[in-house]
């Protein structure tokens, strides 16, 4: 199992920027793919952005242009950067780890409230 914690969460007005960051116990090189989730109330658990372990990032449309996915050169930190943010990104918002098609870990979440 992954073991994966998330940090960066806050209160931010719209318009405004936050960075979360996910870390990982192990190289997260060695997984599938990593990505990022986030659950609003009342909602499913929807997935926002994910990477590849070649690097290939994809996002989810609400926040392609906004929300940027990245790791560091060690290899033990997934960011992501969210920029522009508006209150219909107010979540949750979990790290997770898959390899090959089973999910092997999640982050307990960090809150993410977009509020003026």
């Known amino acids: 199992q992954a073991q994966l914690v998330e940090s960066g969460g806050d209160l931010v007005q719209p318009g405004g920027s936050l960075r979360l960051s996910c870390a990982a116990s192990?190289?997260?090189?060695?997984?599938?793919?990593m990505a990022w989730y986030r659950q609003a109330p009342g909602k499913q658990r929807e997935l926002v952005a994910s990477?590849?372990?070649?690097?290939?990032?994809d996002y989810v449309d609400s926040v392609k242009g906004r929300f940027s996915i990245s790791r560091n050169r060690a290899g033990n930190t997934l960011y992501l950067q969210m920029n522009s943010l508006k209150p219909e990104d107010t979540a949750v918002y979990y790290c997770?780890?898959?390899?090959?098609?089973?999910?092997?870990?999640w982050g307990q979440g960090t809150q993410v409230t977009v509020s003026p």
């Open positions: 990477m590849t372990a070649g690097g290939m990032p």
């Open positions: 192990e190289s997260i090189f060695s997984y599938t793919v």
């Open positions: 997770t780890a898959r390899r090959g098609s089973e999910y092997v870990g």
